[in-house]
């Protein structure tokens, strides 16, 4: 390892332990506004119960769990980007050193960051507010379509990305192709996080591992801004993961699945591996399968593939518990991460 690579390393490690204190350090805020407002979630009303009545059976154990806290995920990446920006060009020297905030490498997943969660938690005030007011399926494919658009058409009219990527094989693909290749990855990167947020901890812990991949990445290309990014969003996680993990203290909300899922896809496009993505998110995949292959048996011949969709809902409803299957469930997508760490390497041969 070169001077220059643990030079960066530390930087990336310094961000995640600063960003980890930081998430610490908005529970307590954070839990004392979710008392005050009575954030807990309703998983028995009974529009839900029509639609879903197995999966609201096996989350009413979570009833009045406190919601939202997807805040304390991607809160600190972007509190310490403008932090330590500023405090570079006041103070520069350990500051300067810090410093992740860069147009070429970091300005894309942090606005991505910010604008899922910032949509999310609007998702997430209105539903509290008033029911009726919450995203529904349509409003949320609305919503998630224009922002998918937004970032396509980025890449391809400012970032005169023409090329399908795979790592360093590349495709000429063209401008409309490859456009709606994009907007479709991120529409189902999105989405499948949104899918994938049911039990507790299996959200965290499968953005945490494919976070790993995507530091080895950054790492490899030299990707060092990028890298220290990605830092911040795994010390973040980690702490989340802390409180989320079985029995949740509380739940992320739709502001934490669509700033992560939305983050990690342009993060997929900068360093051209989305292709290798239905791997390193192999569990993404298989929820978002599975709710497909439900809803099509349910059209065709009018009976239901398995008991409860997403799947992980499945094994819940045959009485597997709860940290048995969000365990295997980080197993399972590990073994993709591995398989896409293969291509990689192959690929950069």
């Known amino acids: 390892m070169t001077y220059e690579t643990s030079f960066q390393l ?132 609305i919503v998630y379509l224009a922002v998918g658009i937004f970032f396509a058409w980025w890449f391809i009219a400012k970032l005169n990305y023409r090329f399908l990527e795979i790592v360093d094989l590349k495709i000429y693909l063209g401008t409309l192709p490859l456009f709606f290749l994009l907007l479709f990855i991120y529409l189902a990167t999105t989405f499948s996080f949104n899918e994938v947020d049911g039990l507790d901890g299996l959200f965290a812990g499968i953005a945490i591992l494919m976070i790993i991949f995507f530091l080895f990445v950054s790492l490899k290309e030299e990707k060092y801004n990028l890298a220290s990014f990605l830092g911040t969003l795994l010390g973040s996680l980690l702490v989340y993961l802390w409180f989320n993990f079985y029995p949740a203290l509380f739940f992320d909300g739709n502001n934490g699945s669509f700033s992560v899922g939305s983050s990690l896809a342009v993060i997929s496009f900068l360093t051209g591996t989305y292709l290798l993505l239905p791997f390193i998110g192999l569990i993404l995949v298989i929820d978002s399968g599975s709710v497909i292959l439900q809803l099509i048996s349910k059209k065709l011949f009018k009976r239901k593939i398995f008991l409860s969709t997403p799947i992980h809902h499945h094994f819940k409803a045959l009485g597997l518990k709860e940290p048995q299957i969000v365990v295997r469930f980080w197993i399972v997508n590990f073994l993709g991460i591995l398989i896409a760490f293969i291509l990689y390497l192959f690929l950069k041969i």
């Not at 807990?40 to 406190?66: F, H, M």
């Not at 006041?90 to 910010?114: D, I, Q």
């Open 10 to 141: 530390i930087k990336v490690i310094l961000n995640a332990l600063f960003s980890a204190l930081l998430a610490f350090l908005l529970v307590p805020p954070y839990l004392k506004l979710a008392a005050k407002f009575r954030l807990g979630d309703r998983y028995a009303d009974p529009e839900r119960v029509q639609r879903a009545p197995i999966a609201s059976q096996t989350l009413k154990e979570k009833e009045n769990v406190p919601t939202m806290g997807g805040i304390i995920i991607w809160l600190p990446p972007i509190i310490l980007a403008f932090l330590f920006y500023f405090l570079g060009l006041v103070f520069g020297s350990f500051f300067s050193y810090l410093n992740y905030l860069e147009r070429r490498e970091t300005y894309l997943p942090l606005f991505a960051l910010f604008l899922g969660g910032f949509l999310g938690l609007i998702d997430d005030i209105l539903g509290r507010l008033n029911r009726e007011l919450k995203f529904g399926i349509k409003e949320k494919i």
